[in-house]
């Protein structure tokens, strides 16, 4: 599968889960929505029920009160008295909770504006006429009674309950309807949603095997791949350390192999050097004996002869060429010694070990605080982590640099270098600053080539230093480079594991 293929497919279904989570969280919303609505439809419901129940009961009080009226008025018993007073001290109540309830709907609430009056004159009727039944004036009483003011009154009040009865009637029609339309709603909704989460948890599990086969499938892919690159990387590596031996090997026959027709020719330099008395005096002697002069004394061979102007420039000359042929000796053999060195270094093996890295460093500030006073040179260490790495690598690396560090300062201008460190995700990163002339940007990757240097030459030594330095930090599992631009000082930076085990020691020796 390619990885055009794979990348779309992967967004097809992170579109497809996108969408399902839109649709669910709507029908979700919906579904709150729905459920709500059906609550509040029901509860009106229940509403109209408890103001049909009120309207009942209010009318159930006056006609209670009509009755234990009249039946006081038939027996004149003090217990008919007694009820209607009950009956309508639970009136009032009764009618200002119905106003309560139906206080929301204007046509109510018109209704029982107009109910109440007439129940208040009809109840003050009852009362008079009980009053005058018990102050024996029975006459007066039952013609009240036998009046059609007060039927009529009853009956207004009777026609006022049935239509209130009649409109909460209506609203109980329309209410329930919508509670059950609510609820159709709401279950449907429900209904759509659970399928829907049926449907994306099949196309979920789907796409989940989907991937799981093609990771599997990747993996065991890789899995081969692995076995392959790490087959060839083993080879590869075997071929590379076989190479760096043989490399090694060569250069340090190679290396010793140049030092003996040096040492030869150093030996007959340096017989040439005795023999230059010995030709020059005799070249002294002999210019003598043609002008006659005297001879020279037996025993003035340890002095210099007196020669003619053509021999003196050629007893310079000769004396000239024999000091050049003895420093590039010199300098040959140097460059052999380093590169012994070299050999001796790559086939030794490393040694990890607890650095306390503050203490390394400041034992080779104390070697070099010669040169840094000559220079004019403060060193400043800074807080360094400790680490597990090779000793003797260690100092090689950080001698080298804080050596390079003094010998290129800008002459007269008072040097501050610093060395400094600190760790991160498991490695060792230190860095070494100096205020000196500094490096060429375009030399930046020459300075660590073997046998090559960068800028002025006016000092000595022989481009190996820096090399040496890099393949060090490289064989101890890190990495090294430099910031610096001319005239600004240089910082060169080493980053190296903090716990540098036996698991990859000489790895690349």
Not at 123 to 149: G, H, N, P, Y
């Amino acid at each position: 599968m390619t990885p055009d293929v794979t990348r779309r497919r992967a967004i097809g279904q992170i579109l497809l889960l996108a969408a399902g989570l839109v649709v669910l969280t709507v029908i979700s919303a919906g579904s709150v929505y729905l459920v709500n609505k059906a609550r509040d439809d029901a509860r009106w419901v229940l509403h109209t029920v408890e103001v049909e129940n009120q309207i009942s009961f209010s009318q159930l009080q006056l006609q209670r009160a009509e009755s234990t009226e009249r039946g006081y008025l038939s027996t004149l018993l003090p217990d008919f008295q007694i009820d209607f007073e009950k009956a309508a001290s639970l009136l009032t109540p009764a009618l200002k909770r119905l106003g309560a309830l139906a206080g929301d709907n204007p046509i109510q609430k018109r209704l029982l504006d107009e109910m109440l009056p007439l129940v208040n004159q009809q109840i003050e009727e009852f009362r008079k006429a009980i009053e005058l039944a018990r102050t024996q004036r029975m006459d007066d009483a039952t013609r009240i009674v036998r009046e059609d003011i007060g039927r009529d009154t009853m009956n207004h009040i009777d026609d006022l309950a049935g239509q209130m009865r009649a409109e909460e009637d209506r609203l109980f029609i329309e209410r329930t309807t919508n509670a059950d339309r609510s609820q159709t709603l709401a279950a449907s909704m429900t209904g759509i949603g659970s399928g829907f989460v049926v449907v994306l948890a099949a196309i979920s599990i789907f796409l989940v095997r989907r991937s799981a086969r093609a990771r599997d499938n990747a993996e065991a892919r890789l899995r081969d791949n692995n076995l392959n690159l790490e087959a060839t990387v083993d080879e590869r590596t075997a071929d590379l350390r076989e190479a760096n031996n043989e490399i090694q090997r060569f250069a340090y026959i190679v290396s010793h192999d140049l030092r003996s027709p040096l040492v030869n020719i150093m030996g007959f330099t340096s017989e040439l050097e005795e023999l230059r008395g010995d030709i020059f005096r005799r070249i002294a002697t002999l210019g003598r004996d043609a002008a006659s002069a005297p001879l020279v004394p037996a025993d003035a061979s340890d002095t210099e002869p007196v020669l003619d102007d053509d021999d003196k420039q050629l007893s310079q000359d000769f004396t000239e060429a024999l000091g050049f042929i003895k420093s590039s000796i010199a300098k040959m053999d140097r460059l052999i010694t380093a590169i012994l060195n070299l050999t001796r270094e790559g086939r030794r093996e490393f040694e990890p070990v607890r650095i306390d890295t503050r203490e390394l460093i400041e034992g080779i500030v104390a070697t070099v605080a010669h040169q840094a006073a000559d220079a004019n040179a403060q060193i400043h260490i800074e807080p360094l982590p400790e680490i597990i790495s090779d000793r003797l690598a260690i100092e090689q690396i950080f001698s080298n640099l804080i050596d390079n560090a003094i010998k290129y300062l800008k002459p007269g201008v008072p040097g501050e270098i610093s060395v400094r460190g600190r760790t991160k995700l498991g490695f060792a990163i230190f860095e070494i600053a100096d205020n000196g002339r500094g490096i060429d940007p375009r030399d930046h990757q020459r300075i660590f080539d073997l046998f090559r240097r960068a800028g002025t030459q006016d000092k000595p030594g022989q481009g190996i230093g820096l090399a040496h330095v890099r393949a060090l930090v490289r064989r101890l599992g890190g990495t090294m480079s430099v910031a610096s631009d001319l005239h600004n000082g240089s910082t060169f930076t080493i980053t190296l594991p903090i716990g540098w085990t036996a698991s990859n020691r000489n790895r690349d020796s």
